[in-house]
Nanobody, 126 residues
Framework: QEEFVESGGGLVQPGGSLRLSCKTTGFSLVYYAVGWFRQAPGKEHEGVACLGDEDEYTYYADSVKGRFTISRNNANNTMYLQINSLKPEDTGVYYC???????????????????WGQGTQVTVSS
């Protein structure tokens, strides 16, 4: 049974940084695109950062470009999201996921991901 375990969320002041991790067990990230999605209160899921299975494609939502960095380590089946210069609007539940998007255009499409973490809360507030 595959399991995705997230860590690293928390309460942080505006301008601060966090590093989210997602460790998988019973599952290999090889051949899968990986991504981080978030859901803010009252809003739909949003793909914020995604990476192709061979790291050939990277997607960042406009709202996070220059501040978020996605990475992966297939050897230890872990993906990461480095978040810098946090803003209050970054508040939400962050989910890691893995999937096989049907095209590069859909690399960060929620519906193309099949495996998910439980979510970790990020709250940005002074």
């Amino acid at each position: 049974q595959e399991e995705f375990v997230e860590s690293g969320g928390g309460l942080v002041q505006p301008g601060g940084s966090l590093r989210l991790s997602c460790k998988t067990t019973g599952f290999s990230l090889v051949y899968y695109a990986v991504g981080w999605f978030r859901q803010a209160p009252g809003k739909e899921h949003e793909g914020v950062a995604c990476l192709g299975d061979e790291d050939e494609y990277t997607y960042y939502a406009d709202s996070v470009k220059g501040r978020f960095t996605i990475s992966r380590n297939n050897a230890n089946n872990t993906m990461y999201l480095q978040i810098n210069s946090l803003k209050p609007e970054d508040t939400g539940v962050y989910y890691c996921g893995a999937g096989v998007p049907v095209s590069a255009l859909r690399i960060c499409n929620w519906d193309d991901y099949d495996y998910w973490g439980q979510g970790t809360q990020v709250t940005v507030s002074s």
